[in-house]
């Protein structure tokens, strides 16, 4: 079975501070991890996905995310926050098998952003 | 737009009732995936379709059943409704080559379900 688990379900950063967000996962096979943005009252808006090319992901929004399969982590980060980066943020987790690709979601993390 | 449709957006039913939720795929895509999110247990697999067959299936209740028709669309049936059925229910869809695809996966913007 896969799991996820993301440190922290709030985060509060000042505006132009850094941005740390932090996943780990379980996975006993390769897995393709996966970062999405939720706004209030609003669907899932993938940020970016990991699947198997480069280890650091560059995604919309000045976002990235780094894979180290040593520390089992998929860290997303971004330089600077912007009052417009205040939503949840989670973490998720696959794998390509013939019984069904469902993504495995972290418990979320809501970033507030002070000026 | 996401390419994914969900209606309703709302849904204000009483208990014990029965509702159903639709979902249109993005084009394309033959997986449809349904989630609940709640407060108490965060976003929550329920099923999966792909090209009309059940491929997966999660911690969904005796009480929901979900069907994908020949058109692709999937609908999402919950019965005997309880307060704690109240949540977000999102339907998400992907192609078959979902790993090498730009977009991987696509959410709905839900529909949120209000049991009274």
């Known amino acids: 079975a896969q799991s996820v688990t993301q440190l922290g379900s709030h985060v509060s950063v000042s505006e132009g501070a850094l941005v740390l967000l932090r996943c780990n996962y379980s996975?006993?096979?390769?897995?393709?991890l996966f970062w999405y943005v939720q706004y209030p009252n609003q669907g899932l808006q993938l940020l970016l996905k990991y699947t198997s090319a480069a280890t650091l992901v560059k995604g919309i929004n000045g976002f990235e995310a780094e894979f180290k399969k040593s520390e089992t982590s998929f860290h997303l980060t971004k330089p600077s926050a912007h009052m417009s980066d205040a939503a949840e943020y989670f973490c998720a987790v696959t794998r390509r098998e013939a019984a069904g690709n469902k993504l495995t979601f972290g418990g979320g993390t809501r970033v507030l952003v002070k000026p | 737009d996401s390419g994914v449709t969900q209606t309703p957006k709302h849904l204000i039913t009483a208990t014990g009732q029965r509702v159903t939720l639709r979902c249109s795929p993005r084009?394309?895509?033959?997986?449809v995936y349904w989630y609940q999110q709640s407060l108490d247990q965060g976003l929550q697999f329920l099923i999966q379709y792909y090209n009309g067959e059940e491929r997966a299936k999660g911690n969904i209740l005796e009480r929901f059943s979900a069907q994908q028709f020949p058109d692709l669309h999937s609908e999402l049936n919950l019965s005997s409704l309880e307060l704690g059925d109240s949540a977000l229910y999102f339907c998400?869809?992907?192609?078959?080559?979902?790993?090498?695809?730009?977009?991987?996966?696509?959410f709905g913007s839900g529909t949120r379900l209000t049991v009274v």
């Open positions: 998400a869809s992907s192609p078959p080559d979902w790993d090498r695809s730009n977009y991987g996966y696509t």
């Open positions: 084009s394309g895509d033959l997986s």
């Open positions: 996975s006993s096979v390769p897995p393709y």
